[in-house]
């Protein structure tokens, strides 16, 4: 069964400044999709960034990046020039490429925004 | 409406009490999944739809809990004696077309309180 891990409860950012937050999973699968999801207290799942696994490129949105590591299974998320709006729980979440197309989660990162 | 729609907002029952949540999705998505966020946990999967047909329903956790989608469209996910454990946010989300690579839009969810 696949799984996700999120090691960071919680992390906190100066406002301008970089922060990364970790993901890895395990599955044994060899094409699969990766993503981040933002969860502000409305409660949306917003989709931040996706990863395609065949594709070795990071995927980069704006001020969001992706370190992708296929062969260490670790899938971080860069947020650079951080804002007060970024202050959310991130998930990272997997997904098979075949029927079972149900999103896997792991258990959030609640990032801090200091002003 | 332009996205995913869950109603009610909030839901408060007495232990034992039957409740229904419903979804709307985005129109013309085909896929529509529900997922139940514990306090302070990510999202886990209860069932998945593609149209009218309940293709995976691994994800509920007791014969108490049941989802349909007659029309293909909205959706009702149904607890019956409802117990304190039940108490968690149910997530709604939808997806364009039966492939891996469309992401899922998620409503903001219904808040459900056991008391």
């Known amino acids: 069964a696949q799984t996700v891990t999120q090691s960071q409860p919680e992390m906190s950012v100066q406002e301008a400044e970089t922060v990364t937050l970790s993901c890895t999973y395990d599955?044994?699968?060899?094409?699969?999709?990766l993503f981040w999801y933002k969860q502000p207290p409305s409660r949306q799942m917003i989709l931040v960034i996706r990863?395609?696994?065949?594709?070795?490129q990071n995927a980069t949105e704006n001020r969001f990046s992706v370190n992708f590591q296929k062969a260490a299974k670790s899938f971080s998320l860069k947020i650079s020039d951080s804002q007060l709006g970024d202050a959310a729980m991130y998930f990272c979440?997997?997904?098979?490429?075949?029927?079972?197309?149900?999103?896997?989660f792991g258990s959030g990162t609640r990032l801090l925004v200091r002003p | 409406g332009a996205g995913v729609s869950q109603s009610p907002r909030y839901k408060v029952a007495k232990r034992g009490q039957d409740v229904a949540l419903r979804c709307d999705p985005i129109?013309?998505?085909?896929?529509l999944f529900w997922y139940q966020q514990a306090l302070g946990q990510g999202p886990e999967f209860l069932t998945y739809?593609?149209?009218?047909?309940?293709?995976?329903k691994s994800g509920l956790p007791s014969d108490r809990f049941f989802a349909e989608r007659p029309e293909g469209s909205v959706s009702t996910l149904k607890i019956q004696r409802t117990q304190q454990e039940d108490s968690a946010v149910y997530l709604c989300?939808?997806?364009?077309?039966?492939?891996?690579?469309?992401?899922?839009?998620f409503g903001d969810g219904t808040r459900l309180s056991i008391l």
């Open positions: 989300a939808s997806s364009h077309r039966d492939r891996g690579n469309q992401p899922q839009h």
């Open positions: 599955t044994s699968e060899s094409d699969y999709y």
């Open positions: 990863q395609e696994a065949y594709k070795q």
């Open positions: 979440a997997y997904r098979r490429m075949d029927s079972s197309y149900k999103l896997i």
């Open positions: 129109s013309g998505h085909v896929s």
């Open positions: 739809f593609q149209n009218e047909a309940q293709l995976d």
